[in-house]
């Protein structure tokens, strides 16, 4: 070690001398050959701040990157099983009964898919199909809590899809296996219900054309909701009919009829998703299939429902949502 001086030094100062007093090395009592060790530690502490914090979490997020991701590696296709939980567990539970760590201060609540109860579904039986299941994971469902994933490539949503088939399936033999425990069936029996009850059913025909809103739709949508819909979506479609404090939905939580002037769909507010919502209900919650009524009537419903959140149209050109709502 040289001092400042170029000056050989023959011996470093230890930092406690064993004659000196604490702090003050005998070998150099003043400091006059070279900067006193304190001086040295002082000067390099801004350095070795730096390092600690901002080079060691710098080289950690690079070595972080470095390495492959445990689900995301383009050579091995992704697990659903992890993605269900890195995206999804939180509030849907581990075993997709909707009872993840936040789920209790949700309303609604996260499904609980062993339910095997849909609301966005284009099918008959209430089972959605890929495209609906892609549909709700894309778009989430806005007015509630679940949110959207169209950010994860396709690949993760079709093994996430997979994912929620098998915690459907898994939930309704459960509890299938559960009445075979009580006598009610054989197991066996138990199995092949299940299967039959996850695998969606025949696709609802959707009309490829709508027919406008024109005056005398909306007067006859009009008629139809006040008749069939009023009770629970209130006259003027505010959410506010005289059934609204009985709703409950299947997994016994509360239900509020939709606010139809708010605009806000579940599903998404085409007619052909409106029709679909009409046709076949909101599974699992009390708005029911309508599937009953006429075709004509089915129609001119969706038009006074999509203009109960338009207004405005009234304004547009003729025959194409031109008419105001009587
Ligand atoms: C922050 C909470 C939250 C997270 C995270 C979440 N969900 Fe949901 N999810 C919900 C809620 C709440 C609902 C029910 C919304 C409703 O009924 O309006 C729901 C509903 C669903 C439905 C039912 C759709 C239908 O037609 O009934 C599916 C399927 C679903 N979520 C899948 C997923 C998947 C897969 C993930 C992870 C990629 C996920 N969710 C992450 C809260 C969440
Ligand atoms: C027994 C009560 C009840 C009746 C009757 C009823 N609904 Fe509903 N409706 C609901 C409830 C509850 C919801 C909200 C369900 C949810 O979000 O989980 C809803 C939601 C809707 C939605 C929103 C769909 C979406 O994509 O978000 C539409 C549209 C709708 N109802 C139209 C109708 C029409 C048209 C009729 C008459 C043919 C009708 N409803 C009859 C209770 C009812």
Known sequence: MTTTTGQPQTEAPSPVSPTGPIG????DPAGIHGPRWQWVVLGAL????????????AAYMLRAKAEPAPVDAPHQPPSGIALYERHCAQCHGDKGDGAG?????????PRNFGEGRFRLVTTQNGIPTDDDLLAVLRNGIPGSSMPAFGHLGEPELRALIER???LTYAGVLERLLRQADDGDMEPAEAYRIAATRCAPGPVLAVPKQFPPP????????????????ASCHGPSGRGDGPQVAQLVNTDGSRARPRDLTVGRFKGGADPAQVYARIMLGLPGSPMPASNLLPQEEILDLGNYVLSLSRPGAAAGPAGDRSSRAP
């Open 214 to 229: 024109t005056a005398a739709s909306l007067a006859r949508g009009r008629e139809v909701f006040a008749k069939v819909c």
């Open 101 to 109: 760590l936040t789920a209790a201060s949700l309303w609604p609540l």
């Open 164 to 166: 929620v088939r098998a």
């Open 46 to 57: 801004p350095f070795v701040l730096v390092l600690v914090v901002w080079v060691a979490p």
């Open 24 to 27: 003050v090395p005998a070998a």
